[in-house]
């Protein structure tokens, strides 16, 4: 009987734990869906999509959506329109909206001066420093646009979400496909001169096998982190078009044909 119980648990755990992953992989999932109504509907009110980073400020991304998030008080009490990004109480106060549950990791960023943790990172090509690029501009299609994907503290360098970071540049809010999907930080315990190869960039996640994406039309999907990449391009330089899936996505106007199938 005992010898029984013992197989049923064996089999029960792993059950449970893949159940658990599922709820937070769903979770993770409709954090991006929050983000896509968030950034669409600022482009309705802006018309364009907030900048990845807006000088001399450096706030983020993800400071400039906070309204659509229902996150208005903390927006003005970080008035980003006549401040500068530091590290404060409210700037290292962990958002549920920014963080993948998968990655249990200290809501503290462990290399970016204290601020909070985020588990995502935007694409340039939508969002850029002091960009005001709109959806006419997305030319290949909204549907076949990447606009934030995951990036983990564990295995990779994650981001923040109140913006720029000093130390570490524009990785703390964008990321790139110069590296794979599920690259890992290549910098050790420290930021970021000891990531010679920037791989602090990429995209990643805690999930098996891959990562969640947000693309331009405001869906979500799960990309594998074996889809294709140019392996040319695993370096500090900024990225440039190659017809290969990822770097299909990546970029709004590259004019390369990409179909469903290949992600």
Not at 150 to 163: H, K, L, P, Y
Not at 193 to 215: M, P
Request: proline residues 5%; charged residues 15%.
């Amino acid at each position: 009987m005992i010898a029984i119980i013992g197989i049923l648990i064996a089999l029960l755990v792993p059950a449970v734990q893949a159940s658990r992953e599922s709820s937070r992989r769903n979770q993770c999932q409709n954090n991006l869906h929050q983000h896509g109504l968030a950034m669409q509907a600022y482009h309705a009110a802006q018309r364009r999509f907030p900048p990845a980073f807006s000088k001399p400020g450096n706030w983020g991304w993800a400071v400039w959506i906070l309204p659509q998030l229902e996150e208005n008080t903390l927006y003005q009490t970080l008035s980003p329109t006549t401040s500068t990004i530091s590290v404060t109480s409210d700037t290292s106060r962990q958002l549920a909206v920014f963080i993948c549950p998968t990655d249990s990791t200290s809501p503290i960023h462990a290399f970016y001066s204290g601020y909070a943790k985020s588990n995502y990172a935007v694409s340039e090509q939508v969002c850029d420093g002091g960009s005001k690029i709109r959806v006419t501009q997305i030319t290949d299609g909204t549907s076949h646009t990447l606009m934030i994907g995951e990036r983990d503290m564990q295995n990779q360098a994650a981001a923040i979400w109140a913006g720029r970071d000093t130390t570490s540049g524009v990785a703390s809010v964008i990321a790139r496909p110069t590296w794979p999907i599920n690259t890992a930080y290549g910098g050790g315990t420290t930021c970021c001169t000891s990531d010679t190869g920037c791989t602090r960039y990429a995209w990643a996640s805690l999930h098996k096998r891959g990562a969640n994406f947000l693309f331009c039309d405001g869906s979500v999907h799960f990309l594998a982190d074996t889809i294709a990449t140019d392996p040319s391009q695993q370096s500090c330089s900024k990225p440039a078009p190659a017809n290969f899936t990822l770097q299909n996505l990546y970029f709004r106007d590259d004019g390369n044909a990409i179909s469903d199938a290949e992600f």
